[in-house]
């Protein structure tokens, strides 16, 4: 990658919690790449978690916030906006959680109370996010804001359960915030659709692990990680993605244009009709 793709400019990181965060990697990056950002997740999160190590590491201001609370999402502007004695450039969105899928509910089953939760947490708080930013003119002209979608928002992938309504909402708040502030300060609004991802919200995912594989298998380019995520994030912040907006953009090895890939077929082919075949990674294409 160029180098100080970000030099001079500023942002708020959502989401880290530990080294297995794509939010974590996100903001390393963006500090090799010549940013300054304040992070933040909730107190628990930052008890329960790494963040104050990454704000050593990063040498970044670490601002305490819930995203559902429209005071705390104020309060955090406000003090970003006077920590960098002016506005930013970038924020990211990574935040993502459902009570029903850790109380392992099945979307037939599901504690709507909890799945109003899920939507709070995972989809609107982005807007709420961005109607604090736009009212308290906090971000600069030609800024860029991401949030991390899945593909479970098009398609039903099992054990995502309300995740995925999650995300749809999400995506369509891009477009549509993505509008306004376009029109209006030329701010772009994007989602990145990644490969499912060990992180510590994926692993809470009934059969992380085969569908991690299944994707591997389906996948042209393979699974797309963590720090490559990172990597492409960062492009989205930099000015060489200055008229992308408003779009939900797969990066995730090229699963989501596949129907089935031969690797995968061999696999199923294994399984069905033989107990003693080789392994379809042994068997020539």
Same mark, same amino acid.
């Given at each position: 990658?160029?180098?100080?793709?970000?030099?001079?400019? %500023?942002?708020?990181?959502?989401?880290?919690?530990?080294?297995?965060?794509?939010?974590?990697?996100?903001?390393?990056?963006?500090?090799?790449?010549?940013?300054?950002?304040?992070? $933040?997740?909730?107190?628990?999160?930052?008890?329960?978690?790494? @963040?104050?190590?990454?704000?050593?590491?990063?040498? #970044?201001?670490?601002?305490?916030?819930?995203?559902?609370?429209?005071?705390? @999402?104020?309060? @955090?502007? &406000?003090? $970003? /906006?006077?920590?960098?004695? =002016?506005?930013?450039?970038?924020?990211?969105?990574?935040? =993502?959680?459902?009570?029903?899928?850790?109380?392992?509910?099945?979307?037939?089953?599901?504690?709507?109370?909890?799945?109003?939760? !899920?939507? &709070?947490?995972?989809?609107?708080?982005?807007?709420? /996010?961005?109607?604090?930013?736009?009212?308290?003119?906090?971000?600069?002209?030609?800024?860029?804001?991401?949030?991390?979608?899945?593909?479970?928002?098009?398609?039903?992938?099992?054990?995502?359960?309300? /995740?995925?309504?999650? %995300?749809?909402?999400?995506?369509?708040?891009?477009? #549509?915030?993505?509008?306004?502030?376009?029109?209006?300060?030329?701010?772009?609004?994007? !989602?990145? #659709?990644?490969?499912?991802?060990?992180?510590?919200?994926?692993?809470?995912?009934?059969?992380?692990?085969? @569908?991690?594989?299944?994707?591997?298998?389906? #996948?042209?380019?393979?699974?797309?990680?963590?720090?490559?995520?990172?990597?492409? $994030?960062?492009?989205?912040?930099?000015?060489?993605?200055?008229?992308? $907006?408003?779009?939900?953009?797969?990066?995730?090895?090229?699963?989501?244009?596949?129907? /089935?890939?031969?690797?995968?077929?061999?696999?199923?082919?294994?399984?069905?009709?033989?107990?003693?075949?080789?392994?379809?990674?042994?068997?020539?294409?």
């Amino acid at each position: 990658m160029a180098s100080n793709l970000l030099e001079g400019k %500023k942002g708020i990181i959502f989401g880290a919690l530990n080294d297995k965060s794509i939010a974590w990697k996100v903001a390393e990056k963006a500090k090799e790449q010549g940013a300054e950002f304040v992070l $933040t997740n909730t107190p628990v999160s930052i008890r329960l978690g790494d @963040l104050n190590k990454l704000a050593e590491q990063t040498d #970044s201001l670490v601002v305490p916030a819930d995203a559902t609370n429209i005071e705390d @999402l104020r309060d @955090l502007f &406000d003090k $970003t /906006m006077d920590h960098f004695d =002016g506005k930013i450039d970038f924020i990211l969105h990574s935040i =993502g959680m459902s009570p029903n899928v850790r109380k392992k509910k099945h979307y037939d089953d599901l504690n709507y109370e909890f799945m109003m939760k !899920t939507l &709070d947490i995972s989809a609107v708080s982005f807007h709420k /996010m961005l109607q604090v930013a736009r009212k308290k003119d906090a971000i600069n002209e030609w800024g860029s804001v991401v949030a991390l979608s899945y593909i479970a928002a098009q398609r039903t992938l099992y054990g995502y359960n309300d /995740m995925a309504d999650a %995300k749809a909402m999400l995506e369509s708040i891009a477009r #549509s915030f993505g509008y306004i502030y376009g029109r209006d300060r030329k701010i772009r609004v994007n !989602t990145i #659709s990644q490969s499912p991802t060990l992180t510590t919200a994926g692993s809470g995912v009934r059969g992380i692990e085969g @569908l991690m594989d299944f994707t591997e298998r389906m #996948s042209p380019l393979g699974n797309a990680d963590a720090n490559e995520c990172a990597d492409f $994030t960062i492009t989205l912040f930099s000015d060489l993605t200055r008229k992308i $907006t408003m779009q939900n953009i797969y990066h995730d090895g090229g699963f989501s244009s596949m129907g /089935m890939s031969y690797r995968a077929m061999k696999m199923y082919n294994r399984s069905l009709y033989c107990d003693d075949c080789p392994d379809p990674e042994d068997i020539e294409d």
